[in-house]
């Protein structure tokens, strides 16, 4: 795999957790009239972190299909599911990645995980060669995932660029409450592309939109107004700007200045509230 894809695969290991934030807002009154909205915010955050966090599975499963794990280039905690490769020849692509999760078992991201996660990768240092995940029987904390995923290697030979696309995702709870998943989005590598071996001092800008529909038909969207900025040395996005659209209103959603902190804020109806990543 070269270079710059290669330093794209490992922040994808956390960025995508991060992206579209879990959020948890800090006590305080909410006007009634805030109330149901934000309850939205926080399914619709929450279910995308949930779908986001499988992309730990997909890059680690990926690596394991290059022979990277374990070859002292990068650090990376092991997933507690089981990884097999077909073929196992280094160099006949494509591979057969499935990492397997059995009954369950509580993974390195504390998340309890049961079910398979299956990819095809191709030879992804070759331009426009991608990487399909799809599900089968897999959940995350008693949410059943469908759907795939596919990405594509779009870098030049100055910066790592990945798209990435989801396609017909769809989570279940154990109420059978759904929330189906489309669009797309755009990592730009800004930063640490000469030091290709040292993984931390890389930064990316992450640009594109998310497109849901819940249960009973109403639309959660996210698009990404000012690039989101994440650096491989910061666990959590730092700076960017979004519009979260709620059935045609629309939610600012703040990332912070820059700062390496969990910290930001969401304005509804002319209320600013934090949330913590």
């Given at each position: 795999m070269n270079n710059p894809l290669k330093s794209s695969l490992l922040f994808l290991a956390t960025a995508l957790l991060l992206l579209v934030t879990g959020c948890q807002k800090d006590a305080g009154p909410i006007p009634p009239a805030d109330e149901a909205t934000t309850a939205k915010v926080k399914v619709a955050l929450a279910n995308q972190q949930t779908i986001l966090s499988s992309f730990h599975i997909a890059q680690w499963g990926a690596e394991n299909a290059n022979g990277l794990v374990g070859g002292g280039v990068?650090?990376?905690?092991?997933?507690?599911?089981?990884?097999?490769?077909?073929p196992?020849?280094?160099?006949?692509?494509?591979?057969?990645?499935t990492v397997d999760f059995g009954s369950g078992c509580t993974d390195a991201d504390?998340?309890?995980?049961?079910?398979?996660?299956?990819?095809?990768?191709?030879?992804?240092?070759e331009p426009n060669a991608t990487i399909t995940v799809v599900y089968d029987g897999y959940s995350e904390n008693g949410v059943k995932v469908e759907g795939q995923f596919i990405f594509t290697n779009l870098s030049t030979p100055d910066a790592a660029i990945l798209r990435i696309d989801a396609q017909n995702i769809k989570l279940t709870d154990p109420n059978n409450y759904t929330f189906a998943f489309s669009g797309n989005q755009t990592y730009a590598q800004t930063a640490g592309h000469p030091?290709?071996?040292?993984?931390?001092?890389d930064v990316y800008e992450v640009t594109?939109?998310?497109?849901?529909?819940?249960?009973?038909?109403?639309?959660?969207?996210?698009?990404?107004?000012?690039?989101?900025?994440?650096?491989?040395?910061?666990?959590?996005?730092?700076q960017g700007t979004g519009i979260l659209d709620i059935n045609g209103l629309p939610i600012l959603v703040d990332y912070g200045n820059g700062a390496c902190d969990n910290q930001g804020n969401y304005t509804l109806n002319g209320h600013v509230y934090p949330f913590t990543m």
């Amino acid at each position: 795999m070269n270079n710059p894809l290669k330093s794209s695969l490992l922040f994808l290991a956390t960025a995508l957790l991060l992206l579209v934030t879990g959020c948890q807002k800090d006590a305080g009154p909410i006007p009634p009239a805030d109330e149901a909205t934000t309850a939205k915010v926080k399914v619709a955050l929450a279910n995308q972190q949930t779908i986001l966090s499988s992309f730990h599975i997909a890059q680690w499963g990926a690596e394991n299909a290059n022979g990277l794990v374990g070859g002292g280039v990068e650090e990376r905690s092991d997933t507690c599911g089981n990884v097999t490769v077909v073929p196992p020849d280094p160099f006949v692509f494509p591979k057969l990645v499935t990492v397997d999760f059995g009954s369950g078992c509580t993974d390195a991201d504390g998340k309890f995980k049961a079910g398979k996660v299956i990819l095809t990768v191709g030879a992804i240092w070759e331009p426009n060669a991608t990487i399909t995940v799809v599900y089968d029987g897999y959940s995350e904390n008693g949410v059943k995932v469908e759907g795939q995923f596919i990405f594509t290697n779009l870098s030049t030979p100055d910066a790592a660029i990945l798209r990435i696309d989801a396609q017909n995702i769809k989570l279940t709870d154990p109420n059978n409450y759904t929330f189906a998943f489309s669009g797309n989005q755009t990592y730009a590598q800004t930063a640490g592309h000469p030091t290709w071996w040292d993984w931390h001092d890389d930064v990316y800008e992450v640009t594109g939109s998310i497109y849901s529909t819940l249960t009973n038909g109403e639309t959660v969207d996210w698009l990404i107004q000012t690039p989101l900025v994440k650096a491989n040395a910061c666990p959590y996005v730092s700076q960017g700007t979004g519009i979260l659209d709620i059935n045609g209103l629309p939610i600012l959603v703040d990332y912070g200045n820059g700062a390496c902190d969990n910290q930001g804020n969401y304005t509804l109806n002319g209320h600013v509230y934090p949330f913590t990543m």
